[in-house]
């Protein structure tokens, strides 16, 4: 199972897109988890997960998530502002998975 984090300030702003990449993953039969979180919970959870996404609105924290991350080969990514304006769940998740070389 794919362990996906979304992270914000709060873990709000992405409610909407977490719901959408839930949906999308429940129609195609994706095996995965996803949660929202605040970036706060970074360094609490990124052993936990595949991947962490971060919202366009804290993406100047980018190079201190990936330094998290990177014992853990937590793969980070920072949603575009395209992806996250529009709540792209498909495109989203689509390219968390693109990031472990898996495709759907």
Do not use: H, W
């Amino acid at each position: 199972m794919v362990q996906i984090g979304l992270f914000c300030f709060a873990g709000m702003s992405t409610s909407v897109l977490l719901k959408k990449m839930q949906e999308y993953a429940q129609e195609i039969g994706a095996d995965c988890s996803i949660n929202a979180y605040a970036e706060t919970k970074v360094a609490d959870l990124a052993s936990q997960l595949d991947v962490v996404l971060i919202g366009p609105q804290i993406k100047y924290y980018q190079k201190r998530i990936e330094e998290i991350c990177a014992p853990y080969d937590t793969k980070v990514m920072v949603i575009s502002n395209v992806d996250f304006g529009r709540m792209d769940g498909k495109k989203v998740l689509t390219d968390a998975y693109a990031l472990l070389g898996k495709t759907l």
